[in-house]
């Protein structure tokens, strides 16, 4: 199972992340563990000093613009 990681304090860009990785994963329809890191001291703790940002399993995949659901399930797969 992968893990994907919505780094954002809950700005409308995270929240419109939040929706395509929901949408992408969806789509896939794979077994995926969504957790949204909303906490700035977690956020910096990945290297991150702009939101939102993207991580699978741990690794720092986009950060600051949202990709679309196509882009994050090419991330996926």
Request: one cysteine or more.
């Amino acid at each position: 199972m992968k893990k994907i990681q919505i780094l954002g304090t809950g700005c409308p860009k995270c929240k419109k992340l939040a929706e395509n990785v929901e949408t992408a994963a969806k789509d896939l329809g794979g077994e995926f563990d969504i957790e949204k890191v909303t906490e700035i001291n977690e956020i910096m703790k990945f290297g991150v000093m702009m939101t939102p940002a993207l991580a699978i399993d741990g690794q720092v995949k986009v950060v600051g613009k949202v990709p679309s659901p196509d882009e994050i399930k090419s991330m996926l797969s």
